[in-house]
């Protein structure tokens, strides 16, 4: 099956090296593209892709705006595509707003082109990008700066069993499913399992923002560790 994917980004530059480099897969077709957030989403909305690449920080509109207009569409649009978050930095207020609006991940620009490729099919394959240490770090720093725990979170932690709630905070502490079903002794599908039930629950799209869940109801903080 074919990715499609389209590639919204200011620089005319960047988006035809990915458009090339994408392209040249076998399994990858670059649909469309855009210059800004705006008409990002008229393309998106034309051609139904299955991945958008968004830069962050564009004119007319940023990423962010675009990509929560993507994720969360107007009553009777009903195509959502992955959404992966294109950055020159990789601590950005931006992409932490972005991941708790359900994009699936962030690269950094220069990224070897491997490490694109990859990430295309990752996203489409609907798992979250990120490496769990790495959301870890995105995540936790922002949380240094905004400590208070918020509340509906953590009430919303009463619906999971204590097996559930472990799950979850290991999840935050970067463990992978293979360590987390070593530390709790679980065979690995049986994490996967706990992990599904947990998205389900909580109502959270992925990993990332399990994440992004666990550390604003407080389960854990900056700093912890397995």
Do not use: C, W
């Not at 458009?19 to 076998?26: G, P, V, Y």
């Not at 979170?153 to 905070?169: C, F, I, K, Q, W």
Request: glycine fraction near 8%; charge should be neutral.
């Amino acid at each position: 099956m074919t990715i499609r994917v389209i590639i919204v980004d200011d620089q005319a530059m960047v988006r035809a090296g990915f458009a090339a480099l994408l392209s040249a897969q076998a399994d990858i077709d670059v649909v469309g593209e855009a210059p800004d957030g705006r008409k990002g989403i008229e393309v998106s909305r034309t051609t139904h892709p299955d991945v958008v690449l968004m830069d962050v920080r564009m004119p007319e509109m940023d990423g962010l705006t675009a990509a929560r207009a993507l994720l969360e569409p107007a009553p009777g649009v009903t195509h959502r595509p992955k959404v992966l978050m294109l950055t020159t930095f990789d601590i950005d207020d931006y992409v932490y707003e972005a991941l708790r609006a359900g994009a699936s991940g962030f690269l950094l620009k220069d990224a070897p082109p491997a490490d694109l490729i990859a990430a295309v099919r990752v996203v489409a394959a609907g798992e979250a990008l990120l490496a769990p240490s790495v959301t870890r770090r995105l995540i936790a720093d922002f949380v240094q700066r905004r400590p208070a725990p918020r509340k509906d979170p953590a009430l919303r932690l009463n619906g999971l069993t204590p097996r559930e709630t472990e799950v979850l905070e290991l999840i935050a502490r970067g463990l992978s499913n293979q360590q987390i079903a070593g530390h709790l002794v679980l065979a690995e599908q049986t994490v996967k399992t706990h992990i599904g039930r947990v998205l389900g629950k909580l109502d959270l799209r992925d990993r990332a923002q399990a994440v992004i869940f666990a550390y604003e109801a407080g389960l854990v903080r900056p700093g912890d560790s397995a």
